[in-house]
């Protein structure tokens, strides 16, 4: 047999399995072959999408299912022996595995990565690969864990027999945060974007440890009361009659796992905090979910609890982990065991990407100045100075503005998909309610077919709230617009959200990536895998922030006598913003029947100056126009960056950084076995083909092929329509050599491809559907070529002839 004629499929069948086995692994339990671990990067084509290519391993070695801990990388023999070695170094980073290896067939190369095995890269035999048992004791010595600490760390992943698997950066969170608590940790911080399956991953971590009884009494708490509801229900059930929700101030001791909203267990008055009937050490983990908000903060309720069960493992679950002077979880958790952030996941395709469309207007940039003496609808005097975007909808209502806005949103839904699922985040519950009535004044028959078309969905108003689930429920279409503040800003799982509209001026990058959050899930069965950010107030400038996509946020680092107040604070001090910011707050916290959280007064008063009452004025003017100055849509590229500068620039660029000159695109275009693969290349390098043709088209009158789009865009050549190229083709008498069945052929993919473009008609499957099927059978009219490789060269000089230059 000669190794060299082999594929890489039959080394890793003849060579590298038979090692395997002989080493001692499991081929069912233990060895995974060809693992794609990442689900393909989502491109957006204006209305349409595609994925990308899914990041995959050739072999995946788990001690236990779900405890990967080697990667190999299996080559051809014409390969050398670590020709393989960066591409597993790379794996192995992603899926925390520190045993690499690379073979060709020969043997392997073995990277080791924990600096136990010897020096850090061995050449082996094909005899000499490691046993399961020897690598696992490398590991567990490489990450401290002794055997006391086996127990938890070998407990299995529940697995309900559906086959559902913890995506890998799941497992890396779930199996460090084992390790850690196995080591004796005591305070654990898990970064995971929104959308990324928290709780799932929680389930998954109090399951092991509950199960291997290394942890025996649990507290799970969150800040809502839907957070709480959804994880009993759902990813929590499995723990059945073992799990109890806190409800009615009632502490039941007899079970193990408790799920609480934290505001159920505590409160203002001492007899309030019914955490205390627990004793300190009766609680052994306690798991904080969103801890960002507020668990961190000295003088917090959840820091409170967290001192009572100070003997326990405390972990905490967040998208977006703030540090500032007054909140700090990196100074309580320590810094995070694991990080999964919102641009990874969009680029391994496990979140959506997006759109941003942003939307000025004239009076938010130019500002508005009253007149002298100017009194607003309730007879208030105006305070005469000029108002501009930061005081809209806080300090002055301009009625036109929200007419104005509200008729964008309609406008988007009517010409997208008027029963996409949107949510209009504005300024207060006041704005949330002006923005209801102008909507659904501009929506009339939606709003006659169903009241709930729009719907305001906030902490003050029972009926709105009480429509939440319906709204998140992607079976449910009524409400498709929900009008809020803060009640969805967190933890509201709203998986078919297309539409995200912005008009609140959001300066914390906490809370802008807790809500873009709401829209990145993906629901492949609803057709939701990318969405549309609507921006009227600049808050998509914060896209430009490095901390927006990278690492966690850091607000605030003050150092020696810096102000105490955070500087994303400093701006807004006067008494009327303090209000208004404090009152926001508090709607985005849910209470218990009964339980006093914050004022239901709509105004309340502040303190003056001079100790005397006084109560924020919110002016409404009604009689100032309102336009649209300036619209723009920006895409996301590949790098997670927004693409700021044109489309066409853009593009321009891109394609030069490949093909610096005409006659370098042309070689690479005519020398490619598919011109198709060049289309695909592009647009994963963020080349927005719908968009682009459509531009061409108006020029053109029809639509051009992707290749005239390149040269016209990028290289100032007159553009041909698909049309017109078809009938250059016809006109030079192509098909005069051909007869019969094979004429026919060719002449209907020329057709094909002037209705539908070049793809299809790189397909031997199309062969299959009408008008071919009619001419007659696949294996029939591939052999009125003289076989399938007479086929393929014929469609090559049918696109050689599409795309011969003519002058």
Known sequence: MDKKQLTERDICTKYINPALHKAGWDMHSQVREEVSFTAGRIIVRGRLHTRGKRRRADYVLSYKKNMPIAIIEAKDNNHSLGDGMQQALAYSDVLDAPFVFSSNGDGFLFHDRTGLFGQTETTLSLDEFPSPETLWELYCQHKGIDQSARKAVEQPYYDDGSGRTPRYYQTVAINRTIEAVARGQNRILLVMATGTGKTFTAFQIIWRLWKSKQKKRILFLADRNILVDQTKNNDFKPFGQAMTKVTNRMVDPSYEIYLSLYQAVTGSEEEQNIYKQFSPDFFDLVVIDECHRGSASVDSAWRQILDYFSAATHIGLTATPKESKEVSNIDYFGEPVYTYSLKQGIEDGFLAPYKVVRIDLDKDLQGWRPNKGQTDKHGEL?????????????????????????RKVTDFLEQTDPYQKTIVFCEDIDHAERMRQALVNLNPLRVKENRKYVMRITGDEPEGKAELDNFINPEERYPVIATTSKLMTTGVDAQTCKLIVLDQRIQSMTEFKQIIGRGTRINDDYNKHWFTILDFKKATELFADPAFDGDPVKVYEPKGDDSIVPDDEHEDLDPAATELRLSEEAEGYEVEPGESWHSDDSTPAWPSGDGEKTKRVKYVVGDVDVSVIAERVQYLGPDGKLITESLKDFTRKKVKEQYATLTDFLKHWNQAERKQAIIEELAEQGVIWDDLIKDVSKKLGAEPDPFDVICHIVYDQPPLSRKERAEQVRKQDYFSKYEGASKQVLDALLNKYTDSGIEPIEDVKILTLAPFSQIGSLM????????????????????????????
């Open 780 to 807: 029939e009219l591939v052999d009125a070529f003289g076989g399938k490789p007479g086929y393929t060269e014929a469609v090559k000089d049918l696109e050689d002839e599409l795309y011969r230059q003519t002058s």
């Open 382 to 406: 105006i305070d005469d100075r000029i108002y501009n975007q930061k005081d809209f909808d806080r300090s002055l209502v301009l009625e036109k503005r929200t007419e104005v806005v509200a």
